[in-house]
């Protein structure tokens, strides 16, 4: 009987999120029956845990859902499944499609979210992680803080990720993809510096403060390469000079990429990526402008990470 009680109690508290667990996974995944999975797949997870330890069950199933959410936005891009239009479309004609439900304030819920068609197309043109950082803080909220572990970056460049984001949905994806040509202009240019050793060069693309961040399986593999003259590598280095002393000579592999729709870099022999060289963007008028320069850059090798991110090798 305890035990019947306490899986009673379980499934109360999740029911007092379940509405705003759907909104969530609604606003992510632009589908209702999407929506209900991500969240059956949270409780899912909760009545395997040890729920008695986690503090904070909101916060908890807010991050499960997220990321659930995220992988299924990744699956999703790399099926290249239908379009928003049609998922927009399905939504105006039956937001409560596939959910038995009376009425009352949840399906009012989900009425009032099936009315952002334009949003939800939009919405659709982003990046996964661009997505999932954009409705967490812009719509739900969320601190940076909490939103960095979900999408695997640093808080800079999850702010970076959802503003992103935001300039897509303000201005449309036309005016975003224009801003992307410029950024994908700037880490061409530091690319090219980097393999002609080009130390001023490097400077004129590199925000004085510019901060870089590598992993554990980065800074091994560059020590390992030290006896052919490559310079060391730290798993922080923090300043223009120092940054571009750390690139000369260096990436004379890598090529220009997409990683989870921003441009960036990927050193991948025979196809396979092997490190991911990403970049924050500032400045200029609108982010990848004339004048902006590179803030912060992340340097990925642990083969985990990689396979987490969505990358597309430009050219191919």
């Known amino acids: 009987m305890a035990e019947r009680e306490l899986e009673k109690e379980l499934a109360d508290r999740f029911e007092a999120h379940r509405v705003l667990l759907r909104r969530l996974a609604h606003r992510m995944l632009g589908a209702v029956a999407e929506a209900d999975d991500a969240v ?25 859902v997220a990321r659930v959410c995220l992988d299924m936005l990744r ?26 439900m009376a009425p009352g304030p949840e399906r009012e819920l989900l009425l009032a979210d099936s009315v952002g068609v334009a949003l939800l197309v939009v919405l659709e043109t982003l ?24 999408v695997g970056r640093s808080v800079v460049a999850t702010r970076q990720l959802a503003s992103r984001a935001r300039r897509r949905v303000q201005l449309g994806a036309a005016a975003a993809d224009a801003d992307l040509g410029h ?69 004379r592999g890598a090529r220009p990429a997409l990683v989870d729709g921003a441009a960036a870099a990927v ?22 402008k004339p004048g902006s320069k590179i803030v912060e850059m992340e340097v990925i090798a642990e083969p985990a990470r990689i396979a987490g991110l969505e990358v597309r090798i430009l050219g191919e």
């Not at 997505?131 to 960095?148: G, Y």
């Not at 050193?267 to 990848?288: D, L, M, T």
Request: net charge negative; no cysteine; proline share 5%.
């Open 267 to 288: 050193w991948a022999p025979g196809g396979q990526p092997r490190a991911v060289f990403g970049f924050v963007i500032v400045g200029g008028e609108a982010g990848g």
């Open 183 to 251: 950024q994908q202009a700037l880490v061409g240019a530091f690319l090219s510096a980097a393999r002609d050793g080009d130390f001023q060069a490097l400077l004129a693309v590199l925000d004085p403060d510019v901060v870089l961040y590598a992993d554990g399986v980065a800074v091994a593999a560059a020590a390992a390469n030290q006896s052919l003259g490559a310079p060391p590598l730290a798993r922080e280095v923090r300043g223009a000079a120092a940054v571009a002393e750390a690139f000369r000579g260096r990436a």
């Open 127 to 150: 990046a996964p992680a661009e997505r999932v950082a954009f409705v967490l803080h812009d719509m739900f909220d969320l601190s940076f803080d909490d939103i960095a572990p979900i």
């Open 75 to 100: 699956k999703r891009k790399s099926r290249r499944e239908e379009p928003a239009e049609r998922h927009a479309a399905d939504l105006v004609a039956r937001p409560d499609a596939g959910v038995e």
């Open 40 to 64: 059956q797949e949270a409780w899912l997870r909760l009545s395997r845990s040890e729920a008695g330890a986690v503090d904070n069950l909101g916060g908890w199933l807010t991050t499960v």
